[in-house]
C-alpha cells in the first residue's frame, strides 16, 4: 500500500498530481546471505530485480521455514499479489500470514479481526507496532504487505515489487511439487518491459486518476491509463496470458488491479471511460484468471470496498460504500482456453485453500453466504 495512502483524509495535494513515494525497507529475504552481501550493490528498483543483488545499505535474511509472518491486508492490491504468489508457490506451511482488516487510521493497519484485536502469532493490535520494534518512530507509511521477523516481533521488508519475486527464487526450495515457473528466464527482458508499463499506467495509473489535485493532473492520468488499457485489450486479444500460454509474475500484477476495476477504480477512481466487463479481452482474460486457483480465491471484494470508500473521505467524504456492482459475472464462461496454452504451464494447480485463509461467506460469489 502507497505511503501516501496512510493518512486518513489526506490523500489528494490540490493543485498537484499524485506521486507514489517508493522508497521501502530494502533488506531481502534470501537463499544464501552470504553470497547476497558479497555480491556488487545494485540500484533500487520500482518494479523489483529478479536477478542481482541487494541495494546500498540493505540487509539480508536467511530463509528459514517459520520465522516470518507475511502481512497482507486482503483490500490492498500490492499486498493479494503477496497473498496469490504465496499460494500459487505452496508456500503455506512455511510463511504464515496476518491478515489485518479493510480499514486504517492515521498510526497503521490494525488486526482488528483477529479474536480480542491482536495478532494470533505477533500479539501486536497494529502493525505499526512491528515496524516501531524495528525503527522506532518509523517516519514513513506503515504498508503492507509486510513480512515481519515473528522472535522479535520486527519488520523486515515492506519492499513488496521485490518480495514476490524473492518467492519465486529466494524461496524455491520450498515451493510445492508442481509450483509454476512464474519468472520463465527466457522472458524475463521482455516482461520487465510489460511489468514496467503495467505498474506506472495502469497499477499506479488508477491512483493518479483518483488522487489527482487538479482537473489537469486528472486529465493526464486518465488519458495514459487508458492507453495502457487499450494496449492491454489488443494484447490480450491475440494470446491468453500477458506472456503467453501460462501465468507469469506479470499476470499477479495486472490481476489485482483488474479485480478491483468495477468495484473501485470504475467510480471511486473516476476511471470510467468503460467499465471492465465492456472490454472483451481483458474481461475474458480477468475472470480466466478469477477461475484460476490461486487466483479469485484470495479476493474479498466486501474488504475491497470497505477500504477505499471508507478511508479515502477526501473523495469519499460520507464514507458510504456501494452495494454494486453485481459480481456474479466473475464466474461466467470465459472461453479464453480457445486461444490454448494452459495456465500452470508444466506445472499444476495449488490444492484448496486451507479453512483458516478462506475468505469469509458472502465476500466473493466462489463462497455464498
Known amino acids: 500500500m502507497d505511503q501516501n495512502e496512510n493518512r486518513q483524509g489526506s490523500y489528494v495535494m490540490a493543485g498537484q498530481e499524485f506521486t507514489r513515494d517508493t522508497n521501502y525497507i530494502q533488506d531481502r529475504i534470501v537463499a544464501d546471505p552470504a553470497a547476497a552481501l558479497a555480491a556488487p550493490r545494485v540500484a533500487g528498483d520500482k518494479i523489483g530485480r529478479a536477478r542481482g543483488g541487494l541495494t546500498d545499505g540493505a540487509e539480508a535474511w536467511p530463509v528459514e521455514p517459520g520465522r516470518y509472518r507475511l502481512v497482507a491486508a486482503r483490500a490492498c492490491p500490492w499486498a493479494n499479489r503477496a497473498i496469490i504468489v504465496r499460494r500459487l508457490l505452496g508456500l503455506e506451511d512455511v510463511l504464515s500470514l496476518g491478515t489485518p ?22 500479539g501486536t493490535e497494529r502493525l ?15 504498508t503492507v504487505p509486510a513480512i515481519v521477523d515473528i522472535p522479535t516481533g520486527a519488520v523486515v521488508t515492506n519492499d513488496y515489487p521485490q518480495m514476490t519475486l ?12 508442481g509450483a509454476p515457473d512464474l519468472l520463465p528466464q527466457e522472458k524475463l527482458p521482455e ?9 506506472t499506467e495502469v497499477n499506479n495509473g488508477v491512483y493518479r486518476c483518483g488522487f489527482a489535485g487538479s482537473q489537469e493532473a486528472y486529465d493526464s492520468a486518465y488519458d495514459r491509463l487508458w492507453t495502457a488499457l487499450d494496449w492491454l485489450e489488443e494484447r490480450l486479444t491475440r494470446q491468453r496470458y500477458l506472456m503467453g500460454d501460462s501465468i507469469t509474475e506479470a499476470d499477479v500484477r495486472l490481476f489485482t488491479t483488474l479485480a478491483r476495476f468495477d468495484p473501485v477504480y470504475h467510480g471511486h477512481f473516476k476511471c470510467n471511460r468503460n467499465k471492465l466487463d465492456e472490454m472483451p479481452a481483458l474481461w475474458g482474460y480477468a475472470r480466466d484468471l478469477f477461475q484460476t486457483p490461486g487466483f479469485g480465491d484470495t479476493i474479498d471484494f466486501i474488504q475491497i470496498k470497505s477500504h477505499y470508500y471508507e478511508v479515502h473521505r477526501d473523495i469519499n467524504p ?47 460469489p466462489m463462497y455464498p453466504a
Open 318 to 364: 460520507t464514507g458510504i460504500v456501494p452495494q454494486g456492482p453485481d459480481l456474479s459475472g466473475w464466474l461466467t464462461d470465459h472461453g479464453r482456453e480457445g486461444l490454448g496454452g494452459s495456465p500452470f504451464g508444466q506445472g499444476t494447480a495449488p490444492g484448496p485453500v486451507r479453512e483458516s485463509e478462506r475468505v469469509a461467506a458472502g465476500h466473493n
Open 128 to 142: 505499526q507496532e512491528n515496524y516501531f520494534q524495528r525503527f522506532p518512530g518509523y517516519p514513513r507509511g506503515i
Open 166 to 177: 524473492d518467492f519465486s527464487t529466494q524461496w524455491k526450495r520450498y515451493h510445492r511439487e
Open 191 to 199: 516482461m520487465r518491459e510489460v511489468v514496467t508499463r503495467i505498474f
Open 101 to 122: 482488516g479493510p480499514t486504517h487510521d492515521e498510526r497503521s493497519w490494525t488486526f482488528d479481526l483477529d479474536p480480542g484485536g491482536k495478532d494470533p502469532v505477533l
